[in-house]
């Protein structure tokens, strides 16, 4: 396994083990090497790097799929990929909600709906905004 | 002025005076309004939450503008924002790079070109990844 | 309630007072404010104002919506408000089959088939063209 | 010439005469057929039809262009062609402001900069909201 | 019927004469017009056009619709096209992984996920990048 | 050097050797990583491999970058590659016509502005669609 692998295997066991195995399940009889891209590259080139750390890497990407709108699954795994590197609920809410002004409302109510599905799945639920 | 109004203008004055100023006067004869709602619901209602600090926030919108695309003049504001209220160059490089993943490469490569002219104005150079 | 919220939802209830009222109840326990910013500013702030008529500003949100392409349960919704503050079905059909010349025919097709179902929903039937 | 010709060329005259023939003279020796079947079908075959007027439709285009983001000579071109077939310069504006609550404020902004173009090089100013 | 709709009806044919039916089908009672262009326009005016030919027509439409990330239907419709006119699965699955390089992996991921769909409704498998 | 860092050169200098050089003396003192992701992972991994030859896949890069319409840099340099690996003036313009049906007119009018661009760069004509 080479130097980027391990790493990429590492930082998705930090960030969400369980939604990689089905991603890497369901690429398996068709497109493997897409699935080895994001292990390598996605994963072990890019997310791994220092500079910024694993929770501050998956509200970035949160806000910036919630902005996107067109990534709903890739959405619900790296709300939860957040949540599993130390954000809270709290954080990834607000993510969302700042959306609104660069994205638009309707970019920030999907992206809401989409955590609001991953919090109840894991049972967990938003503190005040303190 | 509204407590939304005055909460604003001091967020907008820790991230981006300049801009803002320049702006506002680029509004004021065509659409003021639209001036007075970037101070009161942008800056007041949501950029001003508790829940994520200003230069989680600032890098939050860099990434979300690089991954769009659309929107240089705002993303050459907000790489600026981001350093004012305290992001690293580093920072900001990595969480443009972050967005080859995400939106693909030319979105990455845009955004980069972005902070390299706003790293040229203000004469910051990109420490190494550490 | 301040000025604008009251403001805000009096256009609600013009244009879309069920769905409105769905969306917070879905927003109370992870974002109420984001309902709030959708009272105070969106609805109160921006699509009160003067210089276009409700239906106008129907229409034009159907027709962005469908350029976007990326927002679906909106897209409904504001066609039900199309609908509701006098556009009619016609009117709605044909900001849709515009988009096919801006953003493309998949997104015109894909427009027209939310209003499909928006106007099966309401047993409403489209007129002739003239 | 097609009657579809016909009413492509009628339309045009009424919304952007000059800038349509720019983009014919432009497309002349690389893609005239792209310059035939905007005549053909996008002004004879779309915009051409009844259900909604040419003063609704340039609003619907400049709103759906301000939100899509990427097409900056085609919306200076719509925003004077929404002025010439009979929308005033606060109904362009209103229709851009409220892009900021779909498609979010840089959207918005970069709508009004080109409106403040349009408007300039034509002499006018919008009126107050009323 | 004129030569640009019988052109029109002859590709359609050949590219995927199933989703065309039931896309006609879909808009007979809501935008027939809208239908009526698809055969005119986009498959009689364009995608009829010498130039490419509609296996690498159908292979850019998938891509750029991979690309889009939204527009589902069209783009499960467009991969059985690809196939119809002579692209391998493997063509198709080279074309969506390139997409990752210039819109990122969610794109890519989500196209995928339809070819996949795709492939297993008419039993076709992959054959290894040789 | 590695073997996806040399395959990555030796397409790259098939494709647009002196854009890259561009590139990546732009990039060198900003983020110079990502100039490397972009040799060993999007040349060298993904663009390099079998199943489609590099003018196809070039071919389908102009037209997603076409349709997303937010990179014109990069839009230029690969119709530039396009030429480089053997397409035709023809089929680049071919393929950028095509997304007037997929992402709208506006998309399409904007590509063939960046093809004029290089092909008058370049000298070379466009022979009529035969």
Redesign the interface.
Known sequence: MSGESRRGRETIDKVNRTAAEA?AA??A???P??GQ??VD??FG???S????DLR??E???V?????????R??LLAHIAGALNVGATP??V??????????????????G??A??EV?AERGV??DP??
Chains 1, 2, 3, 4, 5, 6 share one sequence.
Do not use: C, W
């Open positions: 991603q369901s690429l009889d068709i497109a090497e897409l891209f994001i590259f996605a080139d890019v997310i790097r220092p500079g910024l501050e890497r509200l970035i990407t806000a910036a799929l919630t902005a996107l709108g067109n990534a699954p890739q709290r954080q809410v607000e993510a969302i909600i700042q959306m609104a002004v660069y994205a638009g409302f309707p970019a920030a109510l999907n809401i709906a955590a609001k919090f639920a938003v905004p303190v």
